[in-house]
């Protein structure tokens, strides 16, 4: 039976998956903010601009019952002005011992603004590649997070470091310049080989581990990383840990995903992190080979909540899949691509995010996934404004950059808009040119850049999309107007108004779904254009009910269907009597409708009776049961629901 249908789009209930997946969304966004802190009190230090770093050598002795750090850095370096002297970033807590350079010593001077400042033997000329070894020692001041940090877990020593992206130096000399990817690093560390319960101490860092070597009570661990790398994301951690591995296929080329976890959690840990198998497959699949699978992935437990993704090995605070999927998101989308700057923070951010939600839909189906994206629309759409991509005002507030309702939330909707605008086949190619652009691969990207990107992708101009969903602010409310004119065909009309007045209008396409009489399904996509725009769809059922956006594929909010006031006022004139019914039912309608056909379908959509006009139509022989009767009129069809007794 046609009706009225004041429908607003309903708020899926979200399960205990949806509440657990919002509070571990949350943990990762306050894990990330509170490491923006030092990000936000840093910037660029402009003495360090004047060369690229090519390699580093780490060679550090630690004891994770001590917060203390010593060791020999070496640096080499190419000049990109003729350099008489270099600085490299080191807290002026850390002592340095002795600068060489091929063996000869250097002078130096650390300043009060975390400088080691070295004078060359020799003017270095532009393009010339040097090196320099930097001795020192120190307790490391944490900058706020845990840069450097001695702890313990069931009262066993734990050592390690979280420098996103400006706490590096805090534990040794270094260039902490974003945009100057190291080329490789070799790592070794040593310290005692035992704890004080004579369990093994074992260290965890980047790359592949290359060797341990065992010298008295000492263990010197080797490992190499030969990807560009940022100082941030080079992380070192020593305690009593378990290992235990999970192979990844890869197309027959293996690599291990090694898990460093504490005795205490080894049986909880090795139950949730066989899942890292499936997702890693799952992005593998997605977008491109591991970005680093010549060496491992890894996990290391340490002791702050949330999780840090180091290059090669993520450090985190639990194992929950939610967790494991966006850090080992951020491999792709963050590590190998790096956004080029604060503004740009959703594509780092907001792809880790809908990566996460990938998992979801592949891994738990498609309901599962439509709430997970119902559960970002309600975030998002609690504010009426608010943009993807940040002005300059807003990267002074740590707070916005790493808003979860924007950078998070926004970020993974808008990138799951663009897929369904682009379709699949373009969207996902897009996503791997990306990745894998000469310009962009093992270094940084800008909002522009990936826009380009995709535009290439799918031939599409997307200047309108980015500056409706990127670049400017809110969401659109719909009121949609249907009909059913004919057998064939319904009407439907769209009606928008913003959150924001900064989008005058935004064109998407519009998800429906049609529901026949008898149970039909129909879905449909309008590509919505203009206000008050009507369309036009073939159908082959009578249609009773629409639903707007059925699988929460679009950003909006307070959104109605109803049936057109035309519609209504003919429902209203013709009735029939009576109902319930035992033999006839008799009908009456005004003169100026003409009844071309009525048509009585049972309650399994089978058509039953089929007639010219009359006012009696007798019903005796039916069964008891609900029937529909459809009358094809010359104004539209109205479908009325009899009860026989």
Known sequence: MKRLLNYLLI???????????????????????????????????????????????????????????????????EAKEILTEVTFELSDNMIVSQVLQRGNPLSYVQNTDDELVITLNQVQNVGVLDSLTVSYS????????????????????????????????????CKQDLIDKIDNIDVYITSPTFNPSNEEYIAVSNGLEQSQTINGNFKTTHFKHQYPIPAYLIAIAVTNYEIYSHTVDNNGNLFEIINYVYPENLVSAQASTPVTVDIMNLFSNLFEEYPFANEKYG????????????????????????????????QWFGNKVTCGSWKDIWLNEGFATYLSGLVVENIDGNNSFTNWKQSLNNSITSQN?????????????????????LSYNKGAMVTHML???????????????????????????????????????????????FNDWVYNQGFPNYAIEWSQPNANQVRITLTQTQSHGSVSYFEAPVPLRLIGTSGEILD????????????????????????????????????????????????????????PTTHSITIQKPIQVEVEEIHIFNSLGQLIIKTNWQENIDISNLSSGLFFIQFQTNQGIINKMVLKN
């Not at 993704?309 to 985190?316: D, G, I, Q, R």
């Not at 897009?430 to 691969?441: A, F, P, T």
């Not at 369309?535 to 909006?556: A, H």
């Open 419 to 465: 897929r369904k605008k682009l379709g699949d086949a373009n969207f996902f190619q897009g996503m791997q040119n990306y990745l894998n652009d000469v310009n962009l691969s093992y270094g940084y990207a800008k909002t522009e850049d990936y826009k380009q990107i995709m535009e290439a992708a799918s031939g599409e101009d997307l200047t309108e999309f």
């Open 299 to 330: 996990h290391a437990q340490f002791g702050w909540g949330g999780g840090m993704e180091h290059t090669t090995v993520s450090f985190m605070g639990s194992f929950g899949r939610n967790l494991i999927a966006h850090e080992l998101a951020h």
């Open 138 to 173: 120190g307790n490391p001041i944490s900058s706020g997070f845990g840069s450097f940090a001695q702890s313990s877990h069931s009262g066993d020593p734990i050592l390690w470091t979280l420098s996103e992206p400006y706490g590096a130096k805090g534990w040794w000399p």
């Open 524 to 579: 449909i996509v309008l590509e919505n254009t203009t206000n008050n725009e009507t369309f036009f769809r073939n159908v082959t059922f009578p249609v009773s009910t629409i639903l707007f956006d059925p699988e929460s594929d679009l950003i909006s909010k307070n959104n109605s269907v109803t049936l057109s006031v035309n519609e209504l006022q003919l429902d209203s004139q013709l009735i029939f009597y009576p109902n």
């Open 11 to 77: 708020i899926i209930p979200i399960c205990s998956f949806g509440q657990d997946l919002t509070e571990s969304m949350e943990m990762i966004r306050e894990a990330e903010t509170k490491a923006a802190l030092n990000k936000m009190l840093h910037r660029v230090n402009m003495n360090t601009g004047n060369y690229d770093v090519t390699y580093h050598r780490l060679e550090l002795d630690v004891d994770p019952s001590q917060a203390f750090i010593s060791g020999d850095v070496t640096t080499y370096f």
């Open 385 to 405: 404004g608010g943009t993807v991509y940040l002005s300059d005002t807003d990267t002074l507030s740590v707070s916005r950059i790493f808003s979860s309702r």
